[in-house]
């Protein structure tokens, strides 16, 4: 078993910037990815970035790209989402998921889930 737990939301301004961060329990990250998922209030939870477990491969979601960028930090067994340029549809809960190896899009690959970090994003 994996336990997740995101940190780092908040209230920010529009154009700024925030750093939320995954810390893992339970097992060691190093063999698995990592992904950071969101869901606004009536919405479906969609995904925003993943890393491989070797941080050789990364996506993003198309409107993250350029804008967040996801790293980890086995030693830490930690996994980082740099937001910038935040804009107010960013507003959402925040989710860390964790599956073995390799980076997928779809929710339902992923095995384990955070609780989740509220971001919220004024204009």
């Known amino acids: 078993q994996v336990q997740l737990v995101e940190s780092g939301g908040g209230l920010v301004q529009a154009g700024g910037s925030l750093r939320l961060s995954c810390a893992a329990s339970?097992?060691?990250?190093?063999?698995?990815?990592m992904g950071w998922f969101r869901q606004a209030p009536g919405k479906e939870r969609e995904f925003v970035a993943a890393?491989?477990?070797?941080?050789?491969?990364?996506e993003y979601q198309d409107s993250a790209t350029g804008r967040f960028t996801i790293s980890r930090e086995n030693a830490a067994n930690t996994v980082y989402l740099q937001m910038d340029s935040l804009k107010p549809e960013d507003t959402a809960v925040y989710h860390c998921?964790?599956?073995?190896?390799?980076?997928?899009?779809?929710?339902?690959?992923?095995?384990?889930w955070g609780l989740g970090t509220q971001v919220t994003v004024s204009s």
């Open positions: 998921a964790a599956r073995d190896l390799y980076t997928r899009r779809a929710e339902r690959e992923w095995a384990y």
């Open positions: 339970g097992r060691t990250l190093s063999r698995f990815a």
């Open positions: 890393i491989s477990w070797s941080g050789s491969i990364t």
